[in-house]
């Protein structure tokens, strides 16, 4: 028989930031299924903006080797697109709805911290703002060495909303802080497919920055002509 002074099972073990602050069966939830349903989302929205582009003017087709679209329209299509992204994400976290559909498939949702009462749309709109998204339509504007900054501070602050979502105990990042939300998860849930999810997006990106590299550096040939980053980027930034 064991003592009777002997601490129980749950003695045993030091409180955790989810135990003190969330009910029972709920944790925060992990930094690779955030981040792959934030990806996830990106591609549901992707072809929402490829048919509402033309709307405003620009259809997605119309990009060529050889030919680019108006630029008038294409910053257009810039703050639409922006736009889209806003009323998605603030749509589906405010209104007692909780998640988008990327973070549903990986099982999180997002609410007011830590009663977990629904966001409102003000706090909806304020963790979207925190996340940067908006600072897109500033980059397309005809300055290069405006967007060079933007470009610079915008990967620094996702950097920075990644790190501090990290390293703290309630999983908060600087954007839930900001807006007083928190974002959860089943206790026990695995992630083992949001860092598969994310690795293959590793692995996409690296094939995308060696293209990239490519265009710089390699042969013209019928995929790539003569001077095409040249004229892409002073179509893009002509200042």
Request: no cysteine; hydrophobic share 50%; glycine share 8%.
């Amino acid at each position: 028989m064991s003592s009777p002074d002997a601490p129980t099972p749950w003695q045993t073990q030091a409180p955790t930031a989810s135990s003190r602050l969330l009910p029972p069966g709920l944790v925060f939830a992990d930094t690779w299924s955030r981040v792959a349903a934030l990806f996830l989302d990106g591609f549901v929205i992707a072809p929402i903006t490829y048919v509402l582009l033309p709307l405003v003017g620009m259809d997605p087709n119309s990009f060529a080797i050889d030919r680019f679209p108006e630029r008038s329209s294409f910053v257009l299509a810039s703050a639409g697109t922006v736009v889209i992204y806003a009323i998605y994400f603030v749509w589906f976290w405010s209104g007692g709805r909780r998640a988008t559909p990327g973070q549903r498939l990986f099982g999180i949702q997002v609410a007011n911290a830590f009663d977990g009462v629904p966001l409102t749309f003000g706090q909806a709109f304020g963790r979207w703002t925190a996340f940067g998204y908006w600072v897109g339509v500033v980059a397309v504007l005809p300055f290069l060495s405006v967007a060079i900054v933007l470009v610079i501070g915008g990967s620094l602050w996702s950097l920075t909303l990644l790190v501090s979502t990290i390293i703290s105990s309630t999983k908060q990042g600087l954007h839930d802080r900001f807006a007083a939300s928190a974002v959860v998860r089943p206790a026990g849930a695995s992630n083992r497919w949001a860092v598969r999810f994310v690795g293959l997006l590793v692995v996409l990106v690296v094939i995308e920055g060696l293209f990239v590299l490519w265009s710089f550096t390699g042969e013209p040939s019928q995929f790539m002509p003569p001077n095409f980053m040249d004229r892409y980027l002073h179509w893009l930034w002509p200042s």
